[in-house]
């Protein structure tokens, strides 16, 4: 009788081990599946659209570039900001730039649409630039408070001449950016200062980092504008950039 005892009580210890087995095995099938779900996703061309519209936006400075080349950089500020948003989805972003000096007298004012890449071409998402109607009712437009701002459609009414239009692709694992790109070699029509077209690069670094380098090229190839040494280097600005202007002013506050 014990011997049989003994018997029926491994048989159950048996049992139940290869039920866990099972179960575990099972848990750890599925958490696998998971996961290579998760990591096999594919993006979306909506999804690249949106990364970099959001690595657009934000204040950035050419502070540290033109600390290393002051011969060859300025100190300049790069301000962009959501503006409206498309019937078709795509992004609009109003931009500005100016001497990081004198900020609220921008000497480059600009619409930038983000939206994805036609299917048959070879690129993730279009970055392109627009006129501006009125550019006195758009100055430090991402300064003001909201309701001091022109609204959605007043701006997608104000969206004026193409400029210009880069093509981006997702950059290759290893490489330093998260998206990079350029206009056509023959670049767009620009007839300022002698130059007869002009030609755009953009890289989106990791950390909201923004490189951009703007050249013209009159009829015979020859360079007449832009620089020439490398891209403007633009990183996120310091939260009290902007503000510092305004520091006696909260020190009388505070006090």
């Known amino acids: 009788m014990c011997t049989g005892s003994v018997s029926g009580s491994d048989s159950g210890t048996n049992g139940w081990s290869r039920a866990r087995g099972v179960v575990l095995k099972t848990l750890v099938l599925v958490g696998g599946a998971l996961w290579l779900k998760r990591m096999t996703k594919s993006t979306t061309r909506w999804d690249h659209t949106r990364i970099v519209a959001e690595s657009l936006a934000g204040e950035k400075l050419s502070r ?12 300049l500020r790069w301000l962009s900001c959501p503006a409206a948003e498309m019937v078709d989805g795509s992004r609009v972003l109003y931009f ?5 000096r004198t900020p609220l007298k921008p000497f480059r004012q600009r619409f930038f ?12 998402v279009e970055v392109s630039t627009y006129a501006i109607r009125d550019v006195e009712e758009y100055k430090n437009f991402c300064d003001r408070p909201k309701d001091q701002q022109p609204r959605p459609e007043e ?6 001449e193409h400029l210009t239009t880069i093509y981006m692709k997702r950059c290759e694992r290893g490489k330093r950016c998260l998206y990079e790109g350029s206009t056509p070699p023959d670049g767009f029509p620009n007839t300022w200062n002698g130059a007869s077209y002009s030609t755009s690069e953009l890289a ?27 891209p403007y280097e633009f ?18 506050f505070s006090a």
């Not at 500005?96 to 990081?100: M, R, V």
Request: glycine share 8%; with cysteine.
């Open 113 to 124: 649409m983000v939206k994805p890449c036609p299917k048959e071409m070879k690129c993730d």
């Open 96 to 100: 500005e730039q100016a001497f990081w």
């Open 64 to 75: 540290e570039q033109a600390s290393r080349d002051p011969d060859n950089y300025f100190n």
């Open 235 to 252: 990183k996120p600005a310091p939260a009290s950039s902007f503000y510092d202007i305004l520091s006696p002013l909260k020190t009388s």
């Open 204 to 230: 989106v670094l990791k950390n909201n980092e923004i490189h951009t380098w703007n050249r013209g090229y009159d009829d015979d190839g020859n360079q007449v504008w832009g620089g020439k040494g490398g």
């Open 155 to 160: 701006v997608i009414g104000d969206i004026s």
